[in-house]
C-alpha cells in the first residue's frame, strides 16, 4: 500500500484553494472602496466559481453546472411545501449517479479514477448541501419560492425574513452566486443563503481588513500539511510489515494513520475557513478586548475535537457545518430511528463505499451505546476524581473508536476493511455493539 499516493491524491484539491487567495482579497478590497455594485459583487463571485470550477475540475465541471440550472428552474416552479422533496431527491440522484461510476470504474473495471472527477464530485456534495439548504429554507417558510413572469428564464425570488422583498432578476443572480461562489466551491464551509446575501448586500457592520486572520489560517494549514508529511514517513517504515506487527503496534499504526486522515482535514477546513474570510465572509464582531473574529464561518476546531471524552460529542463538533446540515435535513424529520437515518443518509451522501456504510453505521451504534452508558454511569460520578477518569478514559476510549471509524470511511474498499478487522483495535468497535444490544435503554 503506496500510503503517500493514497493521501496526497485525496487531497490534491488543496492546491487549487490556494489559487483564488488573490482573487478574493480583490474581491474584498473592491467591495469595501464601493468600486462594484451589488449586482457585480453578486457576477464576480458567481463567475468566479465558473472559472475555478473550469481549471480544478477540467471538463467535468459540468457535473456542477447541470444541477445548478436544474435547481434554478425547479425551486421555483414547485410549491414551497414540495420543492424541497423535488429538489432533494433530483439532487441525490444525480451525485449517488457519479458515486456509483467511481465504484464501477474502481471495483469493476479497477482504473484509476481521473483526480478532476473526484474532485468535481467533492464539490457536487458540497453543491448538494447550499441547494437543499435553500430547499429547506422554502419548506420553511424562511424563503418564497416564486416564479419569474415576463422573462426567459424562471428565477428564485426570496423574501427575507424582516427585509423587503427582492425583484426576479436580482434573485436568480442571487442563486447562482450562492451556489457557485467561488470561496465556497471546492471546500466549504456551509453557509445559510441569508447570511450569504447579507454578507455581499454588506447589511452587516463592514468587516476589517481580513490579512492577518488570513495568514494565520493559511500558516495553521501549512504547518498541519507539514505534520502530516512527517508522519507519512515515519508510517511508511512499518506499513510493509502490518500484518506482523504485535497487538500494541498495529494499534498505535491505525491511531496514526486516522491522525494522518483528520490532519488532511483540519488544513483542509482552515484554507476554506481562510478563503471565506479573505473575501470578508465570516466576520463575527469583536471580543471583549478588541480583537476581530473571523470563526463566523468554521467547520471544526482541532483541540476540541481532539480533546472530546465521547463519541456523541465528537460526532457533533466534527466537521461542524456538515453535521448540522444532518441534523436539520435528516434527523429531525424522521420520526422513526433518526439516529440510524442520519448516518446512513451520511454514508449515502459520502458515496456507499464499503467502508464509508460500515464506518458510518458503526459510528452510529457507537454514538447510540455511548448516550445509554453516559446515563447510566454519570449519577456515580460524585466527586472530581471520578470524574476526570472517567473523562480520561472516555477520550482515550474515543480515539480508538474514532480511528476505526475514520481508517474504515476513508480507505472505502472491501479488502482494507478486512486488514483494519485483524488487527486488534476493532476489538473496541465490538465492545459498543455488545453493549447496546445487551445494555437496555434506561428510561427517566
Request: aromatic letters at 14%; hydrophobic letters at 45%.
Amino acid at each position: 500500500m503506496d500510503l503517500k499516493l493514497m493521501v496526497f491524491q485525496q487531497n490534491s484539491q488543496l492546491i487549487y484553494q490556494f489559487l483564488p487567495f488573490p482573487f478574493a482579497l480583490l474581491y474584498y478590497i473592491l467591495a469595501r472602496q464601493g468600486c462594484l455594485s451589488s449586482t457585480n459583487r453578486y457576477v464576480y463571485l458567481a463567475l468566479g466559481g465558473c472559472v475555478l470550477a473550469m481549471v480544478s475540475m477540467g471538463s467535468y465541471c459540468w457535473l456542477v453546472f447541470v444541477p445548478v440550472g436544474a435547481s434554478a428552474v425547479l425551486v421555483p416552479s414547485a410549491r414551497s411545501l414540495h420543492a424541497h422533496t423535488c429538489v432533494f431527491g433530483a439532487q441525490m440522484c444525480w451525485q449517488t449517479g457519479w458515486h456509483l461510476f467511481i465504484q464501477y470504474k474502481e471495483y469493476w473495471l479497477q482504473e484509476p479514477v481521473d483526480t478532476r472527477l473526484l474532485i468535481a464530485v467533492s464539490s457536487l456534495m458540497l453543491l448538494t448541501q447550499r441547494i437543499t439548504s435553500v430547499s429547506m429554507d422554502l419548506q420553511e417558510g424562511k424563503l418564497t419560492g416564486t416564479q419569474s413572469v415576463g422573462s426567459a428564464t424562471s428565477a428564485l425570488a426570496p423574501h427575507l425574513a424582516g427585509t423587503q422583498s427582492v425583484g426576479s432578476a436580482t434573485s436568480a443572480l442571487q442563486y447562482l452566486s450562492y451556489t457557485l461562489y467561488f470561496p465556497g466551491l471546492l471546500g466549504g464551509p456551509l453557509c445559510s443563503f441569508q447570511q450569504f446575501v447579507s454578507f455581499v448586500e454588506q447589511r452587516v457592520s463592514p468587516a476589517p481588513q481580513p490579512l492577518y486572520a488570513v495568514c494565520c489560517k493559511v500558516c495553521w494549514a501549512l504547518g498541519l500539511q507539514w505534520g502530516k508529511c512527517v508522519l507519512v514517513d515515519v508510517m511508511e517504515r512499518y506499513s510493509p510489515g502490518l500484518a506482523q506487527l504485535s497487538a500494541v503496534q498495529s494499534t498505535l499504526w491505525v491511531l496514526g494513520l486516522a491522525l494522518v486522515f483528520r490532519l488532511s482535514y483540519y488544513s483542509h477546513w482552515a484554507l476554506s475557513a481562510g478563503l471565506n474570510n479573505a473575501a470578508g465572509l465570516g466576520f463575527r464582531g469583536y471580543s471583549g478586548r478588541g480583537v476581530p473574529r473571523w470563526d463566523g464561518v468554521s467547520d471544526g476546531d482541532p483541540w476540541t475535537l481532539e480533546t472530546c471524552s465521547r463519541p456523541s460529542a465528537f460526532a457533533r463538533h466534527w466537521n461542524g457545518t456538515t453535521a448540522a446540515w444532518l441534523r436539520r435535513a435528516v434527523f429531525q424529520r424522521c420520526r422513526t430511528a433518526p439516529l440510524a437515518m442520519t448516518f446512513g443518509f451520511s454514508a449515502w451522501w459520502h458515496g456507499l463505499h464499503p467502508g464509508q456504510v460500515l464506518g458510518f453505521l458503526l459510528w452510529g451504534v457507537a454514538v447510540k451505546a455511548d448516550y445509554r452508558i453516559h446515563q447510566r454511569v454519570r449519577p456515580l460520578l460524585t466527586s472530581p476524581a471520578t470524574q476526570r477518569l472517567y473523562r480520561g478514559l472516555g477520550w482515550a476510549h474515543t480515539q480508538l473508536l474514532i480511528a476505526c471509524v475514520v481508517v474504515a470511511v476513508e480507505l472505502r474498499g472491501a479488502c482494507f476493511m478486512w486488514l483494519l478487522w485483524k488487527t486488534h483495535i476493532s476489538v473496541f468497535l465490538l465492545l459498543y455493539v455488545i453493549l447496546l444490544f445487551f445494555l437496555p435503554q434506561k428510561h427517566p
